[in-house]
């Protein structure tokens, strides 16, 4: 193991030599921004390689507009609100109210729970916040054909789902022109088959290499990158995440596909994204809070003074948010990277050393 840790730092050095400046290499997936402080990759890397925290974390990226569309629909007297722990915690609005303060809110561990609690409740609505990326979808499909044909009328999500690939071509187009490359979710990309990063690759040259979550992966991957940055051109490369084909996983997609219409959608720290996120389709109406509580998706300003947009996109570290460490902290977070488990600030004043 030395000296593959070796190896991938002879090449990293290279890289830093040949570019001379810092190099930035962006990370999408926050079970990759923990892993990296966990284990202190920063440390052991070149200073001149640049690690950024970007829109991976999916309760971060989520808007404040839909955030407060979920909290309007907890505090009915209706519904049960099923959520996973982490949306719990983010302050949705300028009284800084959370989700974990309304009585009928119900942390679940996943969507059959949800399911579940609506058969025990029949005479509520429960509604499960659906927020994620692409893994989470194909799962999200199936609990939806379970309640159909179980007949559990009374449950229906309320969809934050994203794709990822968009937001990456929003940042190079628009955001921050400064990445040189992506480390991509191995998880995400076992689902979707690796090619597709390829319209970014093609289009923008920019490396996408997805990665499984041990430093090993991590370091290797991070090295591969610097390879592929040396040598100027952007190619596939999979060795760093097992499990991963061009294609991916076809029934998951099926699922998708069959449930699902991609659409566009608000994001925290970009705006409108086109094609970027999921909603039932129409003959599963019953089953979106949107259409069954007659809301229609809207957006609202952030939370003042939090600056979660600009570290989504890479342009600021969280210790450049004033916010950070005083007003804002894991204990009383600010913005949803302050508190969600996988979000870039809280994340960092978890791991970082002085
Ligand atoms: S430190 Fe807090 S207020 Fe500042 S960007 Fe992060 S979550 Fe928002």
Excluded at 48 to 55: F, N, Q, V
Excluded at 200 to 226: D, H, K, R, S, Y
């Amino acid at each position: 193991m030395l000296r593959r840790i070796r190896l991938a730092q002879l090449m990293m050095d290279k890289a830093c030599r040949k570019f001379g400046r810092p190099i930035r290499i962006m990370e999408i997936c926050g079970t990759h921004t923990v892993s990296i402080f966990r284990n202190a990759i920063r440390e052991s890397i070149p200073p001149m390689l640049k690690i950024l925290s970007g829109p991976g974390c999916s309760v971060c990226v989520t808007d404040t507009g839909l955030l407060e569309q979920i909290f309007s629909i907890a505090q009915r007297k209706d519904v049960i609100l099923a959520t996973r722990g982490d949306l719990l915690s983010v302050p949705v609005d300028s009284g800084r109210q959370k989700l974990m303060e309304i009585p009928s809110t119900i942390a679940v561990t996943s969507i059959l729970e949800a399911i579940e609690l609506a058969k025990i409740h029949q005479n509520k609505t429960v509604v499960f916040a659906a927020i994620g990326f692409g893994i989470c979808v194909p799962g999200t499909a199936v609990a939806i054909e379970q309640a159909q044909r179980e007949g559990v009328d009374n449950f229906c999500i309320i969809s934050g789902l994203k794709e990822i690939v968009p937001a990456m071509k929003a940042l190079l187009t628009e955001k921050n022109h400064q990445i040189d490359a992506f480390l991509c979710c191995g998880n995400m990309s076992a689902i979707s088959g690796y090619d597709i990063y390829n319209p970014i690759m093609n289009e923008f040259n920019v490396p996408c290499l997805p990665t499984g979550f041990e430093p090993m992966q991590l370091i290797e991957g991070i090295a591969e990158i610097c390879r592929q940055l040396i040598e100027g051109k952007a190619s596939q490369c999979y060795d760093f995440a097992v499990s991963l084909t061009a294609e991916g996983n076809k029934i998951a997609q099926k699922y998708t596909a069959d449930y699902f219409d991609v659409v566009d959608d608000y994001w925290r720290g970009f705006g409108k994204i086109e094609k970027s996120a999921l909603r039932l389709k129409d003959k599963y109406d019953k089953f979106d809070a949107h259409k069954r509580f007659g809301i229609k998706r809207t957006t609202t300003e952030d939370v003042s003074g939090c600056r979660c947009g600009e570290v989504i996109c890479g342009i600021i570290e969280p210790r450049q948010c004033d916010m950070y460490g005083k007003e804002c902290t894991r204990q009383n977070p600010l913005g949803p990277c302050m508190a969600s488990s996988e979000g870039a600030c809280r994340t960092w004043q978890k791991y970082s050393r002085k």
